[in-house]
């Protein structure tokens, strides 16, 4: 392995965490062969807060992302993106697919390394992608997005260069409006997810939902085999995770397990002898994995990064990271502050309205 490993993170949008009765043979391939965190939360049920703490390693109060970037919010410095901070170390940095840490109007050319600190935005070509099961919405992009991230890891298997690779694949397929098959999945076959009844148009979304998340796992699976094509799989940090729970009422943009839970796979190099094909029940959020990174690639972590490196967990070192997890929303669609603290014990969620606080009740 190289003396710096690659770094590939797969983020999708809405795909929540575990649990959901769906084939995914790719991401439990992923799951086989590397780290599960089956209690993992993001630092902000909603879009543009979730990415930019993920890539901060600080909470959306801190590093101001606290709204949609397409609605005007932004980073305070975004000197502090993984990407840019990845740049300054001599990586190469790459973004396929979405990103929604700036507006999409400010990050064309140029502005992409300005803001972001990206060296490359690969181009997908949707019209080489050929006909689909299902041609709908984000499925033929998605598509074309994965062909180009998995073009790119071909090329840079063919190169001889010493220059380690950060690859940033960001994926819309199971954001609404998702695909319905009926002959894929069949709506009276599918549960809904809890506590929403048992209705039929709750089940067509939910069997939507299904055949999204066997997308995904697909797309997932081309870059594990871009990356095992090219034996740079053993020199690559590769994690697959989501921005929020799935997009459903009392889930996406809220504090509930089922809005803050997040998928985190990650696999790392057989040279850091870290576990595989292990799951870890300890708390762990977004915000962790910055300086997880930090830590691997033997950087300083930097002093805004709140969060704890996930390496004495899965080293064994100690059986958790933290006594307590924070989420926080602001903004969405409105104005509509609300706070979690979730430890151990059962989820307490604290409102706000003004100054007022109102304590929601103890679950469990």
């Not at 300005?114 to 299902?134: F, H, K, Q």
Request: aromatic content about 6%.
């Amino acid at each position: 392995m190289p003396e710096t490993p690659n770094i590939v993170i797969v983020h999708t949008d809405d795909t929540g965490p575990y649990g959901h009765d769906i084939e995914t043979p790719d991401l439990q391939r992923l799951a086989d062969d590397g780290v599960l965190f089956r209690n993992a939360h993001c630092a902000g049920p909603t879009c543009s807060p979730s990415r930019g703490a993920l890539l901060t390693g600080s909470s959306p109060h801190s590093n101001g992302l606290i709204g949609l970037a397409h609605r005007g919010f932004a980073m305070d410095d975004y000197g502090r993106h993984l990407s840019n901070s990845l740049t300054e170390r001599g990586f190469e940095t790459v973004l396929a697919g979405q990103q929604h840490e700036v507006a999409e109007d400010t990050v064309e050319g140029d502005a992409v390394k300005e803001v972001l600190g990206y060296d490359r935005v690969l181009e997908s070509d949707e019209s080489a992608v050929g006909e689909l099961p299902i041609d709908h919405n984000h499925t033929r992009s998605d598509l074309a997005i994965t062909e180009a991230a998995a073009d790119y890891i071909r090329e840079t298997g063919n190169e001889d260069t010493a220059k380690p690779f950060f690859l940033s694949v960001g994926l819309d397929d199971t954001h609404q409006p998702m695909p319905l098959d009926q002959d894929l999945v069949d709506p009276d076959y599918v549960a809904p997810p809890e506590p929403l009844p048992d209705a039929p148009p709750i089940r067509e979304e939910m069997a939507a939902y299904h055949v999204a998340a066997q997308y995904v796992d697909e797309r997932v699976g081309r870059v594990i085999d871009a990356l095992e094509g090219t034996d740079q799989l053993e020199d690559t940090v590769l994690l697959f995770t989501t921005d929020h729970g799935i997009p459903f009422p009392l889930m996406k943009c809220n504090l509930s397990d089922g809005g803050t839970g997040v998928s985190v796979i990650t696999r790392f190099p057989e040279s850091t002898s870290l576990p595989r094909g292990v799951a870890k029940d300890a708390l762990v959020s977004h915000i962790d994995l910055y300086p997880t990174f930090c830590d691997l690639l033997d950087f300083d972590v930097p002093e805004w990064a709140e969060g704890n490196s996930l390496l004495p967990l899965l080293r064994g070192e100690v059986e958790s990271i933290r006594e307590a997890l924070f989420s926080e929303v602001t903004y969405h669609a409105a104005y509509e502050p609300k706070r979690s603290i979730r430890t151990d014990r059962p989820v307490r969620p604290t409102f706000r309205r003004g100054l007022r606080p109102i304590r929601g009740a103890e679950h469990g």
